[in-house]
Each structure stands twice: as structure tokens, then as C-alpha cells.
């Protein structure tokens, strides 16, 4: 298959690979895929008053997946959580120049982001109601979805 | 030798032509260009005389006892298709049974799918962990219906020998007809149709250093005579089996791609089964997590299809792009299924999407199989530091016990 040379760059040499804490309570893990399929990808955000600081990801993929999960951890570096949820699949592909067989490798970044900010956003919660109703049991943190 | 990039190690894919058979083809695209059909010049005749002595020498190959036994064809897709469904249709009175097995190649299964449709009825048998068909299930799969059990000489994915030999025994006892494709085993492993009573065999040239294009279907004349219903209707040529003028060139490239092995398969299959395991142990002794598709013991000599673990197949074939390959992984199908070979081996699909097939033949050297394991062991692990696979693999998660959001 012919690829772009901006997917064999992020391929050979992807950027942010790694792992950041994922019980810092300012670490969102998205984690998403499954083995069977050929593809998971655990892609994280640490967040400093709204901005994401950092991202981190590693993925077990083709290459289109690998350079679409680096990619998608340039893109969140700097942008605010509510921004990177504008991050739609059909951009990765583009920038990519994806052929059509991969695009499901962008979905999966997508929501990769996706589930990284939720998660970062259920910490977040169960942290606010902890703190407000010190009783109550409240939101069990969840884990990727 | 200065070795040439891409290193090709995909031998089950296709082989290059031998520079021999070549030499020995060209003279049958100028000179000697006669159709073999044509009885009333020199041309006719001699083009007519190299397919004579081509048929000689592809019997002896496979241990046919009668020239007049090869059929030529288009290739082994041709030849399978000939075989199951000429025999499917001349014997249509006596049967409607067609034993074969979940491993073959697309040009079996597809056939046989097709006769289903028209009501036949097909068995497939399963394998074992190890991709080999047990001839007792073959023996308890046999009815009064069955016309024809096809099974494979070895797997073009897994390199698997069948036991062809011991099929033939239960099959020439109860009087039904056996089919093998024989492509990817000829002139690598044992293969005699009268010593192990084969009725049918497909041969292609392309995977033993012929040309792309022509094959053959070996059809046996005697002890039982086998008839089939042609397929492609015209001038009655091969026998009234396979009309078409002949590929003379091809044919001649076929049969001195014969008369190569038939010199040379002894030495060349121990070559290349040094080259092999050259190969195996230094990525098994290098790397963790490695695991052999397939069996040991029952292998062709130039196969190499291991698992990765946590490596996916088409970015590591991405990563060694100096080296062809080909992987099980469903990233690098159209159809973004897994192998259907592993799958049928009880091979997770995990594992199946880490898969790579390393077809090791003639023209490989030891400095290029050197070249390839340091490149595969050096990517393997690049790609595993990329894995999130393999860091919960060293924590020690339980991958299976892992609840994956399957999409
Ligand atoms: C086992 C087997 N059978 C049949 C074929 C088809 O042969 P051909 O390419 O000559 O049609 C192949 C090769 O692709 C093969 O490996
Ligand atoms: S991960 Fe399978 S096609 Fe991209």
C-alpha cells in the first residue's frame, strides 16, 4: 500500500510514545481496541488548569494506527479539553491522507481522545463531589470505556 | 555477493524464474514459436515435440507413470478447479460427496462453494493445532455418495505436510477419487501419485522457478481410470480435457523447472531448511514471546510463520520494508479478516494479526537471512516499546482477563 509521507514520518518516528500516571488525578487514560482486532491504543492527557500539558500514547496497530495516535498526541498538546474534543477522525485522515481501508484507524484515535477525556473528566467530578458532599459515595472513577 | 533490497523471502507468494529456464524458454517465442497443434509443418511439430518431452519430464517429478497423465493449464487455480468440479460433474450419477479441508487454498474452498450451490455437498475437515488433517476423520467422513476427498501437499501460509500418503490408503480402499493440490510441496517434500495412489494433483510453475501461467493437472489413466467433464469447450486439445492452444514457452519453462528439482530438490531442501532455522533460532533466541505457527515436524523446509506477540503484523512489515514478507495480520487484507489458516489452527487472533510468513527459497544466501533476523529483532523491539500490549504483558495483566471495548 502507498502511504503518505507524513504517515511514514509519524510512523518511524512517532512522537509522545509513553506512559504518564494514570492514578494522577490530573491523568485522563483512554484506552480503547481490543487485541482480537489487531488494534488498541492507550492514549493519556495530563491537564493544568484546562490546558493539556502533556500527551502520551501506545498503540499495538498498523502503522496507520500508530501514526494516527501520534498525531492525535501532537494536536492535544496546548489545546484546551474542550477544544481536543472537536478532534474529529475525518481530520486525522486527511492530514494523513489515509487510504480508505485505514480510516478505522482514525476512528479508533478518535476515540481514543474521546475516552481519554471522559475519563479525565470523571476523575475530575468524583473529585468535585467528593469535596462537596464528603458522605456521599458518589461517581466510582471509571476506567477506559 | 552485495545483497539486493528488497531481500525477497515470500516464496510462497511466487518465485523468481530460474536464469536456466529462461535460457531455455526464449528460443520458444521466436524461432520455434509453432502452435503444438498444428500436424502439417516443422513448426507444428517441433513446438509439438518440446510439450512431448515436457510431459516426460513433469511425470517423472511426481512419480506419474504415463505422460499422456498431464494435463497442461493456466496455472493451479485452473488445474483445482478442472479436478473438482470436472470430477463433480462427469461422476454427477454416482455421487454428490466432496470430502476436503479448511485449509486449503481459495481455489479449493471457492470451488467447492460453488458446487454446493448447485447441490453437491461438501465436507470441510477440521486440523489440528498443528494444521494437519487426521486421515481417520478422512476415513469416517467417506459415504456410498463420496466422489472425491482434495487435500493439500503442504500449506502455502503454514508450510504444514499433509499425510498425503495415508489419505491415499483409505481413499483407494474405499474407491473414491483423491485430489492434491500439490503446489506449494513439489520438489520440497516427498511426492509420488502412484506411491501414495493420488488420482488428481495440481502443479503450478511459478512457485518452482517456472513462469507465471502455466501449470498442470495430473489425471490418472490407469488403476482407476479418471474421467472429467472439460470446463473450457473448443478445439478438444490435452486430451479432450482443456482445450486452449498450448503455452509452449511456458511449458518448456515448466519442464526444465522440473528437470531442476528433479536434480537438485535433495540438496536444495536441506539448504534451505539450514537457512530456516538459521533464521528461527535467532529470532527465538533473541527475542521473547515468539511463538511457530504450525508444525515442526510436518513442515516444508523453506517456512518460516512465527507470531510476534504484541507486534502487529503489517506495521512490522512496514518497519522492515527492506524485506518482502507477507503477514496473517487482517490490517494487511482488504478484507480486514485474520488468516482463515490460523484461525482454522485454534491460533488466537491476537496472535494471528502479530503473524509473519518468511518464505525462504532458492535464491536466498545466509548473509540475507543474517541481514533479515538483525533487522526483525531490532523492529520487534521498537515496536513492543511502542505496545501497550507489552507493558501490561511485563506487569504481569492477564490480557485475556482484560475487559476490551470490542468495536
Ligand atoms: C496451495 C496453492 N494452490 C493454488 C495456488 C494458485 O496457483 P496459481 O497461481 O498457479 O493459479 C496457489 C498459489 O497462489 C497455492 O499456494
Ligand atoms: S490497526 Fe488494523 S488496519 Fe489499522
Known amino acids: ?145 | 555477493m552485495a545483497i539486493q533490497f528488497p531481500i525477497y523471502m515470500d516464496n510462497h507468494a511466487t518465485t523468481p524464474v530460474d536464469p536456466r529456464v529462461l535460457e531455455a524458454m526464449l528460443p520458444y517465442f521466436t524461432g520455434k514459436f509453432g502452435n503444438a497443434a498444428s500436424r502439417s509443418h516443422a513448426y507444428g511439430w517441433t513446438a509439438e515435440e518440446a510439450v512431448s518431452k515436457a510431459r516426460e519430464t513433469i511425470a517423472k517429478l511426481i512419480g506419474a507413470s504415463n505422460p499422456k497423465e498431464i494435463v497442461f493449464t493456466s496455472g493451479a487455480t485452473e488445474s483445482d478447479n478442472l479436478a473438482l468440479k470436472g470430477v463433480a460433474e462427469f461422476y454427477k450419477e454416482k455421487g454428490n460427496h466432496i470430502i476436503t479441508t479448511v485449509v486449503e487454498h481459495k481455489a479449493i474452498l471457492d470451488t467447492c462453494k460453488r458446487l454446493e450451490k448447485q447441490g453437491y455437498e461438501v465436507t470441510y475437515l477440521n486440523v489440528d493445532k498443528e494444521g494437519l488433517v487426521d486421515p481417520d476423520d478422512v476415513r469416517k467422513a467417506i459415504t456410498d455418495r463420496t466422489l472425491l476427498v482434495s487435500v493439500m501437499l503442504a500449506n502455502n501460509e503454514v508450510g504444514s505436510v499433509q499425510p498425503i500418503g495415508e489419505i491415499g490408503k483409505i481413499t483407494r480402499e474405499k474407491g473414491v477419487l483423491l485430489h492434491s493440490d500439490a503446489v506449494q510441496g513439489i520438489g520440497k517434500v516427498p511426492f509420488d501419485v502412484e506411491k501414495m495412489n493420488v488420482d488428481l494433483a495440481s502443479v503450478t510453475a511459478h512457485k518452482m522457478y517456472g513462469p507465471k501461467g502455466v501449470g498442470c493437472l495430473y489425471v490418472r489413466r490407469s488403476k482407476p481410470r479418471v474421467r472429467l467433464t472439460a470446463q473450457m469447450d473448443g478445439g478438444g486439445h490435452e486430451f479432450g480435457m482443456r482445450s486452449g492452444t498450448l503455452n509452449v514457452p511456458g511449458i518448456v519453462g515448466f519442464a526444465k523447472a522440473a528437470e531442476i528439482m528433479l536434480q537438485e530438490s535433495e540438496a536444495e531442501s536441506k539448504k534451505l531448511f539450514a537457512l530456516r532455522e538459521r533464521l528461527r533460532t535467532r529470532l527465538m533466541k533473541e527475542l521473547d514471546e515468539v511463538k511457530v505457527n504450525g508444525s515442526m515436524d510436518n513442515r516444508l523446509p523453506g517456512n518460516l510463520n512465527v507470531s510476534f506477540s504484541f507486534v502487529e503484523g503489517e506495521a512490522l512489515m512496514m518497519a522492515i520494508k527492506d524485506v518482502a514478507v507477507s503477514s496473517g495480520s487482517a490490517c494487511t487484507s482488504a478484507s480486514l479478516e485474520p488468516s482463515y489458516v490460523l484461525h482454522a489452527m485454534g491460533v488466537g487472533d491476537d496472535l494471528a494479526h502479530s503473524s509473519i510468513r518468511f518464505g525462504i527459497g532458492r535464491f536466498n544466501t545466509e548473509e540475507e537471512i543474517d541481514y533479515v533476523a538483525d533487522l526483525v529483532i531490532g523492529k520487534v523491539k521498537k515496536l513492543r516499546d511502542m505496545s501497550p500490549l507489552y507493558e501490561m504483558f511485563k506487569e504481569g495483566i492477564d490480557l485475556n482477563s482484560v475487559q476490551w471495548a470490542a468495536h
Open chain 1, 1 to 145: 500500500m502507498a502511504y503518505s509521507e507524513k504517515l511514514i514520518e509519524h510512523y518511524e518516528n512517532p512522537k509522545n510514545v509513553g506512559a504518564l500516571d494514570k492514578e494522577d488525578p490530573e491523568v485522563g487514560t483512554g484506552l480503547v481496541g481490543a487485541p482480537a482486532c489487531g488494534d488498541v491504543m492507550r492514549l493519556q492527557i495530563k491537564v493544568k488548569d484546562g490546558i493539556i500539558e502533556d500527551a502520551k500514547f501506545k498503540t499495538f496497530g498498523c502503522g496507520s494506527a500508530i501514526a494516527s495516535s501520534s498525531l492525535a498526541t501532537e494536536w492535544l498538546k496546548g489545546k484546551t479539553v474542550d477544544e481536543a474534543e472537536t478532534i474529529k477522525n475525518s481530520m486525522i485522515a486527511e492530514e494523513l491522507n489515509l487510504p480508505p481501508v485505514k480510516i478505522h484507524c482514525s476512528v479508533l484515535a478518535e476515540d481514543a481522545i474521546k475516552s481519554a477525556i471522559a475519563d479525565f473528566r470523571s476523575k475530575q467530578s468524583a473529585r468535585r463531589t467528593l469535596a462537596s458532599e464528603p458522605e456521599a459515595q458518589g461517581a466510582t472513577p471509571r476506567a477506559a470505556e
